[in-house]
T-cell receptor, first 111, second 111 residues
Framework: QQQVKQSPQSLIVQKGGISIINCAYE??????FPWYQQFPGKGPALLIA?????SEKKEGRFTISFNKSAKQFSLHIMDSQPGDSATYFCAASNQGGKLIFGQGTELSVKP | DVKVTQSSRYLVKRTGEKVFLECVQD?????MFWYRQDPGLGLRLIYFSYDVKMKEKGDIPEGYSVSREKKERFSLILESASTNQTSMYLC??????????FGAGTRLSVL
C-alpha cells in the first residue's frame, strides 16, 4: 500500500513535443506529491509539487495533473526541449513524513 | 543556496571491507536521509534521522547502519560490504515537512 508505480520506464520525444509521465498510488493518506528531476552526475532536485486539494498545477512548461478518485497523477512537459533530457521521479508522502519514490523515467528529447 | 555534500563521488571497495559514506549539509536541517538508487527501482530509503543521535530504519536497512553525532553530518556505514551493495548512494536533508535537498551521490562499486 506504500508503493508508487511510475510509467513509462523510458521515453523518447521529439523537440517541441509533449512528454507525459504517469504515476499511481494506493495509500489514500498521501497528501503531498512532488516530482524530482535528475540530470546525469547530479542528485535529484525538486521540479514541481502538488497537494490533493487542486487538480492541476502549472509552472512554466511543466504541469502536474492530479486525479484523486483514480489515485493517479502525471507530469506533462509542454514544448519539450533537449535540455529537459533527464530522469524524472514522482513521489508521495503523508503529512510531511518520508517520501515514497516511483521507479523513475528516463526522458530523452531528440533535436 | 542549500548545499548537501557527499564526501566521495566514486568509491571502489572489496567484499568484506567496512565502508563509510559521509554527508554534510549546511542549512541547519533537522532531517537527513540516505537512499540508494538502482535502475528500474527508483530511490529506496535506507535510513533517516530526525535529530542528532536519532535514527530510524527505512525500507531497506539490512546490511547498513548510520551515525549522526552532529546535526550537519550523517554517515552511512556498510559493516561488511557485499557485491549486492554496489549502487548509487544519495544523501538528502530537509526541514520538517519541507523539500528534500539531495547531494550529487556516491557511486560505490564492491568487487
Amino acid at each position: 500500500q506504500q508503493q508508487v508505480k511510475q510509467s513509462p520506464q523510458s521515453l523518447i520525444v521529439q523537440k517541441g513535443g509533449i512528454s507525459i509521465i504517469n504515476c499511481a498510488y494506493e495509500n489514500t493518506a498521501f497528501d503531498y506529491f512532488p516530482w524530482y528531476q535528475q540530470f546525469p552526475g547530479k542528485g535529484p532536485a525538486l521540479l514541481i509539487a502538488i497537494r490533493p486539494d487542486v487538480s492541476e498545477k502549472k509552472e512554466g512548461r511543466f504541469t502536474i495533473s492530479f486525479n484523486k478518485s483514480a489515485k493517479q497523477f502525471s507530469l506533462h512537459i509542454m514544448d519539450s526541449q533537449p535540455g529537459d533530457s533527464a530522469t524524472y521521479f514522482c513521489a508521495a508522502s503523508n503529512q510531511g513524513g518520508k517520501l515514497i519514490f516511483g521507479q523513475g523515467t528516463e526522458l530523452s528529447v531528440k533535436p | 543556496d542549500v548545499k548537501v555534500t557527499q564526501s566521495s563521488r566514486y568509491l571502489v571497495k572489496r567484499t568484506g571491507e567496512k565502508v563509510f559514506l559521509e554527508c554534510v549539509q549546511d542549512m541547519d536541517h533537522e532531517n537527513m536521509f540516505w537512499y540508494r538508487q538502482d535502475p528500474g527501482l527508483g530511490l529506496r530509503l535506507i535510513y533517516f534521522s530526525y535529530d542528532v543521535k536519532m535514527k530510524e530504519k527505512g525500507d531497506i536497512p539490512e546490511g547498513y547502519s548510520v551515525s549522526r553525532e552532529k546535526k550537519e553530518r550523517f554517515s552511512l556505514i556498510l559493516e561488511s560490504a557485499s557485491t549486492n551493495q554496489t549502487s548509487m548512494y544519495l544523501c538528502a536533508s530537509s526541514k520538517t515537512g519541507d523539500i528534500q535537498y539531495f547531494g550529487a551521490g556516491t557511486r560505490l562499486s564492491v568487487l
